[in-house]
């Protein structure tokens, strides 16, 4: 039996071992626990809100909750679901994110389609034509996931739409650019708090797929201008306008007197440009205007589309024994003026590029001069 001052010995000692354990362990967790999860064991500030584990076997068995508003009637508390998460920890991030700049769950929870259709009809309307059916034609390529929130969607699934679409730079550009302008418009509408789009990539253009049309391919061509088909081809090379464009041109548009075409699209510097028609060609738009009020019409009051002229423009490379594409045809125009050694400035405002030294694209008398001078150095 153990005399009693040894027993008195013995509890000072295991009190003393205590003491130094609690006193030690402040110093010794943060060898074994994170940061978030010290801060999970502080007791958080009373209005930023909770992070309960629900019962049951879920996926996501942690509830984040905002703070409390106010109760209701039988007292139970009133608060924003901000969501559910898989771990603690997770669910945490979700609170302080969260209070960091409050929003609304419901924003946060809205699908690709509702931000689209939303985005649809509050600022596509404010781009030009050809950019709204490029970016709805994109649309297409990224509807697999309109069904997901918004918010939850990753910049790995947004760069699989355009690495998986099996099309080229143009369409690819144009997934790029909606993913762009949705991620825009979402950050402002506060349905997600940073964007992901900034380090999307698509294909670069191919320097080498541009084959302009030859000189002698040219002279083939002028060899059958009783083929409509040829004669849009001779305009487009003679004009530089983009086959959209080309398409759209109408009688009101065309100064017979002074033989020019105000029109354009697509870009600021684009828009409302003037055209001299080139003194080899006018004849054949004269004759086309005696058919119909459209410079290329598929009826007297109906322009032709462009899945219409598209078949009919490949039919005639087949037929003439040649391989280009539309688009090539503006890329010959400016090749072509290159050649003869236009000037730098004349070709960006018939071309409808930007440029540093444009000004404000006024036309005046003299400027219309360099234009037509500039035009007619095509042969």
């Known amino acids: 039996m153990q005399p009693a001052g040894e027993k008195d010995q013995t509890a000072i000692r295991s009190f003393s071992i205590v003491k130094m354990t609690w006193s030690v362990i402040p110093f010794t967790m943060p060898l074994f626990y994170d940061k978030r999860r010290l801060f999970a064991m502080k007791r958080r500030p009373n209005g930023t809100g909770s992070v309960i584990k629900l019962s049951g076997s879920r996926r ?8 409390v508003k106010g109760y209701t009637d039988k007292g139970y508390p009133i608060f924003d679901r901000i969501g559910y998460a898989e771990t603690y920890d997770q669910g945490l991030e979700m609170l302080i994110e969260y209070n960091k700049s409050p929003y609304d769950p419901l924003e946060r929870s809205i699908t690709l389609s509702e931000l689209f259709e939303r985005w649809q009809q509050d600022e596509l309307p404010k781009l ?30 947004m760069q699989q739409t355009i690495d998986k679409c099996g099309k080229g730079y143009s369409t690819q550009a144009a997934i790029k650019a909606l993913w762009r302008r949705l991620d825009s418009y979402a950050y402002t509408q506060d349905v997600i708090a940073k964007k992901r789009s900034d380090e999307l990539s698509s294909a670069s253009v191919d320097p080498n797929t541009k084959a302009p049309y030859t000189e002698d391919e040219i002279k083939i061509l002028w060899q059958h201008t009783d083929d409509p088909t040829v004669v849009s081809i001779l305009i487009l090379l003679y004009t530089g306008y983009r086959v959209t464009e080309y398409l759209s041109i109408q009688r009101s548009m065309v100064d017979f007197e002074n033989m020019t075409i105000q029109y354009g699209i697509k870009t600021r510097a684009g828009k409302e440009r003037i055209i001299p028609i080139h003194s080899k060609i006018q004849s054949l738009v004269l004759k086309r205007f005696e058919k119909g009020d459209y410079l290329c019409a598929e009826t007297k009051a109906e322009r032709l589309r ?3 002229f598209h078949k009919l423009y490949m039919r005639a490379q087949s037929k003439y024994g040649m391989s280009h594409t ?27 590029h930007a440029s540093g030294d444009t000004g404000q694209r006024v036309y005046t008398h003299k400027t219309l001069d360099q234009l037509r001078e500039t035009i007619e150095l095509l042969r």
């Open 306 to 308: 462009y899945a219409g």
């Open 326 to 352: 539309i688009h090539e045809t503006r890329h010959t125009f400016r090749t072509r003026l290159d050649n003869a050694g236009a000037n730098t400035k004349c070709m960006d405002l018939l071309m409808g």
């Open 60 to 67: 996501k068995p942690y509830e984040v909750r905002g703070p």
């Open 128 to 157: 030009g034509d050809c950019n709204q059916r490029a970016l709805k034609g994109a649309y297409r390529h990224i509807k697999v996931l309109e069904i997901k929130s918004y918010s939850s969607i990753t910049t790995y699934q």
